[in-house]
């Protein structure tokens, strides 16, 4: 089985959001797929995707705090500023996160750990809606 769904999110904040609920109800095949991959793909260079903890905001908060202390908009040799000075740093997010992730198919669920959770990482003050390709393969059931 293959399905493949193009995903539209709705603008949000500069953060990191959970987005998991987003992409399970943006697949309605999901649940048709007994093992299997889904692999999701970011169309944008300055946001991310990465699978970390999705009960605590606070890890989303402090994830944020970091990043942003680790590429502020402010460092003197940056060049790429045309777009504003958190556009470099939204870059650095991107690539130091990634922009795709595989995650397991396991009776038409994501195979997510207890405390695991899709998040969006945002890294523009005015990112705007955020568009993913979402391509599921697997067995499906037999009925």
């Known amino acids: 089985m293959w399905d493949q769904q193009r995903i ?3 603008p949000r904040p500069r953060g990191f959001h ?3 609920d987003d992409v399970v109800d943006a697949l309605p095949r999901l649940g048709e ?3 299997g991959l889904l692999h999701l793909q970011l169309l944008h260079t300055s946001a ?3 699978l970390n903890e999705n ?4 890890v989303r908060h402090d994830m944020d705090a970091f990043l942003r202390d680790l590429a502020p908009g402010d460092l003197p040799y940056f060049r790429h500023t045309a777009e504003g000075p958190d556009d ?3 870059h650095i997010g991107a690539s130091l996160f990634g922009t795709q992730l595989t995650i397991a198919v396991h009776k038409g669920r994501l195979a997510l750990g207890t ?3 899709i998040w969006l990482g945002e890294h523009r003050d005015h990112g705007g809606s955020r568009k993913l390709i979402a391509t599921l393969n697997g067995e499906q059931a037999r009925t």
């Not at 009960?55 to 606070?58: E, G, M, Q, S, V």
């Open 8 to 10: 539209t999110l709705e």
């Open 55 to 58: 009960a605590d905001p606070d």
């Open 88 to 90: 470099m740093p939204a």
């Open 18 to 20: 959970l987005i998991t």
């Open 115 to 117: 405390w695991q959770g």
């Open 48 to 50: 991310s995707l990465t």
């Open 33 to 35: 797929c007994t093992v």
